[in-house]
């Protein structure tokens, strides 16, 4: 069975190395891929958003099944195009209706109201409403937590600590701070407590739960700074224990399923669910339509069950017929940035030591091949996972293996897994 991936980061060469591990392959594609995926199997130039150039390249290369990573495609409907275009390609993927859930924080958090799945009170306001918006932050207890509604490139929520810093961000984002993401803005509830994140595949009604884990956002050490798109990540999280693993069940991945089926949202593929857990009760804080990333590259290694078989229940709807099968390990996954990250930063930084890696896997991200070797390319890298019988044992092997690496400017947190 041939197979092409969509996407260029660490979750899509994560997608393709667990891939490469099944009996059922033939040939792996990769768009556009990057140095890392280019070693597992042939990458491919062409525009993940141009359906077209996916069309032409599924015909030529007789692909039987697309993986979709990113969101920006799902959301703007691909999978229902590609559906169209070709009939019995088999999609991972959600169509335009279930994307949704990730491209509108409004339309997710009314799909929670309606499935009364626990989250933060909040109220939405659009570019008509600045003055009542202005009027409801006055009365707001602090911290202020506003969202953008549309898709801002993950730059898109902001934590506002000062009534006036709030009211002025609220301002310029009704005015196009995140262009047309943010002319609807929901004032959000800030939540304390821990977070971490629980991916569900979904076939349109079966679901199957995959391992847990916590990501890490922000650049600094201590979880200071600014936001990223991921510092590193564990699996399994040390504190989900039996009981709150019973409630997210019940009271959120449950209705969650339910609710996509109660309203006919057209959904084969990944629901990433952002989970925090307050006074031993979880809270979504938001809905992905795909795998997040860099969990993915903590994620598939604790995935014993073939991932190839996993895409196919999806795709024929058959995935209460399938059985995940997880390894009892820890994973851990910490992610090497360019200097200036995430600001400014430069790219082309030959790589080193890559060939002296053991007894870790390093999933590429923002790299790609030059006539001297592979250079960075981007600002997240690397994410060098781990497994190890403790989380202790499984980050010391990550950072052993980071210590082996080295471009210009390099820069990664020594604190995952710090607040556990």
Not at 345 to 350: I, L, R
Request: a negative charge; glycine letters at 10%.
């Amino acid at each position: 069975m041939n197979v092409l991936v969509l996407g260029s980061g660490g979750r899509e060469h994560a997608f393709a190395w667990k891939l490469r591990q099944s009996a059922k392959l033939g040939q792996l594609f990769i768009a556009p891929g990057n140095a890392g995926t280019g070693a597992l199997g042939k990458n491919l130039d062409l525009d993940m958003n141009a359906v077209q150039e996916i069309v032409d390249a599924v015909n030529r290369y007789a692909i039987d099944l697309v993986l979709v990573g990113p969101e920006v495609p799902l959301v703007d409907g691909l999978v229902d195009e590609l559906a169209e275009a070709l009939p019995d390609l088999k999609v991972v993927g959600p169509g335009r209706s279930g994307a949704q859930l990730e491209g509108s924080k409004s339309f997710a958090k009314d799909f929670m109201r309606r499935h009364q799945i626990p989250t933060a009170a909040y109220r939405e306001f659009g570019t008509d409403d600045l003055q009542a918006g202005l009027a409801y932050l006055e009365n707001h207890a602090l911290p202020i937590v506003l969202k953008a509604d549309g898709l801002a490139a993950g730059k898109g929520v902001l934590i506002c600590t000062d009534r006036a810093e709030a009211k002025n961000e609220f301002e310029a984002m009704l005015e196009g701070k995140f262009g047309a993401a943010s002319s609807k803005v929901v004032v959000e509830q800030f939540l304390t407590g821990l977070e971490f994140s629980v991916f569900v595949a979904v076939d349109g009604s079966n679901f199957r739960v995959l391992p847990m884990a916590k990501d890490y956002k922000r650049i600094g050490e201590g979880d200071t700074g600014l936001n990223t798109g991921g510092m590193g990540s564990i699996s399994p999280v040390p504190f989900v224990d039996e009981v709150l693993r019973e409630k997210v069940m019940h009271q959120v991945v449950l209705p969650s399923v339910q609710g996509i089926v109660q309203d006919g949202l057209n959904y084969r593929g990944f629901l990433f669910i952002g989970l925090i857990e307050v006074d031993g009760e979880p809270y979504v804080i938001e809905y992905n339509c795909r795998m997040g990333d860099p969990e993915t590259q903590s994620v598939m290694p604790r995935l014993k069950s073939d991932f190839l078989e996993l895409c196919l229940a999806i795709c024929d709807q058959r995935l209460n017929q399938h059985l995940v099968e997880i390894h009892d390990e820890f994973a851990t996954s910490v992610v090497m940035v360019s200097g200036g990250y995430p600001e400014a930063y430069e790219k082309g930084k030959p790589i080193a030591g890559l060939e002296e890696v053991k007894k870790s896997t390093v999933f590429h991200a923002g790299t790609k091949i030059e006539y001297e070797g592979v250079v960075t390319n981007g600002g997240r890298v690397l994410a060098v996972t781990a497994m190890g019988s403790s989380l202790e044992e499984a980050l010391q092997q990550s950072y052993k293996t980071i210590d082996r690496l080295d471009f210009e400017g390099k820069y990664c947190r020594r604190d995952i897994g710090f607040d556990l």
